[in-house]
């Protein structure tokens, strides 16, 4: 029997699809095709970086300019064609993080399930699970959404550290273990700390409001030390204030990666969102 469903992951910045590994290979052991694909933002192959176990994040930008979301979403485009238009099949859309915003850009109407049911069409994006992930208003970028708006100095996350070509140039992680990958044994956290990139100020703005066209559910992970629960929980409730947005409110308890530190309760939570769209 097909499967119902595909999970198709919108990774965070720093990341590369290495820490996403036990968590989809959990999904496709229920049956569930998963996929989390490499994006640009934090390839280190298109972040201009020199040897890939020796990285440097102080030489200058590759020809063209470092990739910004909108790269990331031409990815997705890309591969929803595929697996939408190609393939017909049903694509719940989960974004981490700074994925957040790339999945609500990629949630475009005319592959969305309804829509394309009513042009007599298989297949589509039926809903979006957001993994303690950035709810950037339409018209706002990663960046400017978490900046002052009044000209004060730029706030930098404690997490972030920027190296020679300053805000212009590209951003690294410190203790990324700590803030990322908390509630690991020390050994897997400093692993997977290894694993992290680089990014660049994120200035896509976002023009896809898919908050309220499509179903969505928010996991808000309660000992988040990248990005706390009571803003998790104010992103929410900004697009909550709307009328026509209703996003549903889960939580856990765990840090920044839940995809490794409850594991089990997302899979499930994943599975019954996805299950309840296809009623």
């Known amino acids: 029997m097909s499967p119902s469903f595909t999970v198709l992951l919108c990774h965070g910045s720093y990341h590369t699809p290495e820490p996403y590994q036990p968590f989809l290979a959990s999904l496709e052991a229920r049956g569930i095709p998963a996929i989390c694909p490499q994006l640009p933002t934090s390839s280190p192959s298109k972040l201009n970086t020199g ?31 595929q697996l939408i238009v190609e393939e017909g099949r049903n694509i719940l859309f989960m974004g981490h993080s700074s994925g957040g915003l790339t999945a609500t850009a990629a949630a475009i109407p005319e592959l969305q399930r309804e829509w394309r049911e009513k042009e007599g069409k298989r297949g589509g994006v039926i809903g979006v699970f957001y993994e303690c992930a950035f709810l950037v208003p339409v ?40 803030y990322f990958f908390n509630g690991l044994d020390d050994e897997k956290a400093k692993y997977y700390e290894s694993t992290l990139t680089a990014s ?20 808000v992970t309660e000992n988040d030390l990248a990005l706390p629960a009571a803003y998790q929980e104010g992103m ?38 996805g299950n309840g769209l296809l009623g």
């Open 236 to 273: 929410v409730a900004l697009q909550n204030q709307r009328e026509e947005v209703d996003i549903g409110v889960l939580k856990c308890p765990s840090g920044h990666s839940p995809h490794l530190t409850w594991m089990d309760g997302l899979v499930e939570e994943v599975v019954k969102f």
């Open 51 to 81: 040897s890939p176990s020796h990285p440097s994040y102080d030489l200058p930008p590759p020809p063209g300019g470092y990739p910004q979301q909108a790269d990331d979403v031409a990815v997705i485009l890309t591969l929803l064609n």
């Open 139 to 178: 018209g706002e970028s990663v960046h400017s959404f978490f900046q002052p708006k009044d000209g004060s100095p730029p706030v930098i996350p404690p997490y972030c550290k920027f190296h020679q070509n300053g805000m212009e140039g590209l951003m690294s992680t410190v203790e990324g273990a700590k």
């Open 200 to 219: 660049t100020i994120l200035t896509t703005v976002l023009e896809n409001d898919a908050y309220p066209a499509l179903p969505c559910i928010y996991l």
